[in-house]
Nanobody
Framework: QLQLVESGGGLVQPGGSLRLSCAAS????????IGWFRQAPGKEREGVSC????????NYADSVKGRFTISRDNAKNTVYLQMNSLKPEDTAVYYCAARDPSIATMCSRVGRLYDYWGQGTQVTVSS
């Protein structure tokens, strides 16, 4: 069974850092484009970042550009989201998602294009 599991969330002070992990089980991530999304209470889901199957292409929302970095380690079957200089407005549940490679391997921050989702991890930025 294909599963994605996020980890690494938690409570951090403004200006702090967290690294989120998205680990796959039941399949090999090598051929999948992966996206990170977040949803804060009362807000729509936002596409934060994405990475192509090879890792050669990445994309970031303007709100996180220069602060977040997405990367992948296919040997570990894991995708990471390094989040630096965190702000209170980054508080949300963060989800990773994978695109069915039989359809596309390109990077996208459009959530409806993704086929498999993790359960999410809470990130809270507060003093």
């Amino acid at each position: 069974q294909l599963q994605l599991v996020e980890s690494g969330g938690g409570l951090v002070q403004p200006g702090g850092s967290l690294r989120l992990s998205c680990a796959a089980s039941g399949f090999t991530l090598d051929y999948y484009a992966i996206g990170w999304f977040r949803q804060a209470p009362g807000k729509e889901r936002e596409g934060v970042s994405c990475i192509s199957d090879s890792g050669g292409r990445t994309n970031y929302a303007d709100s996180v550009k220069g602060r977040f970095t997405i990367s992948r380690d296919n040997a570990k079957n894991t995708v990471y989201l390094q989040m630096n200089s965190l702000k209170p407005e980054d508080t949300a549940v963060y989800y990773c998602a994978a695109r069915d490679p039989s359809i596309a391997t390109m990077c996208s921050r459009v959530g409806r294009l993704y086929d498999y989702w993790g359960q999410g991890t809470q990130v809270t930025v507060s003093s």
